[in-house]
């Protein structure tokens, strides 16, 4: 959730289109969290359906719809924080998807760091 919160930030600074307009850093922070256990709780039970229900395009594509599938998930994630009157907002189609690559790498790179002692 931590990793998810960092890289949702990263996002933030670097696709234009996703924004948190809190004001102060500690809500900043809080909506950050906050906007991560949605995308998690998303990704968790919205994933694997889409991935099952989209397998032809997912061959048809060699995986690139991905991209696609993951940038629709922060969408909604960005549209349940809406309904949660939570300041962070994505703000099209494509904001989603880079930020989701975004997203995506950063995650991808701070989980190299974090070593799961549960072996």
């Known amino acids: 959730m931590v990793i998810t919160?960092?890289?949702?930030?990263?996002?933030?600074?670097?696709?234009?289109?996703?924004?948190?307009?809190?004001?102060?850093?500690?809500?900043?922070v809080g909506t950050l969290v906050a906007v991560a256990v949605v995308f998690g709780l998303i990704n968790g039970f919205l994933k694997p359906?889409?991935?099952?229900?989209?397998?032809?395009?997912?061959?048809?594509?060699?995986?690139?719809?991905?991209?696609?599938?993951?940038?629709?998930?922060?969408?909604?994630?960005?549209?349940?924080?809406?309904?949660?009157?939570?300041?962070?907002?994505?703000s099209g189609f494509w904001a989603a998807v880079w930020g989701a690559i975004v997203v995506g790498v950063v995650s991808w790179l701070l989980n190299l760091f974090v070593h799961d002692d549960q072996d």
Request: charged share 10%.
């Open 49 to 90: 359906i889409v991935k099952t229900v989209g397998c032809a395009f997912y061959v048809l594509t060699l995986g690139l719809f991905a991209f696609v599938v993951n940038g629709l998930l922060l969408w909604l994630a960005s549209w349940a924080a809406g309904k949660m009157h939570l300041p962070f907002h994505v």
């Open 5 to 28: 919160a960092v890289a949702l930030w990263v996002a933030t600074l670097v696709v234009h289109g996703i924004d948190v307009t809190a004001a102060t850093t500690p809500r900043k």
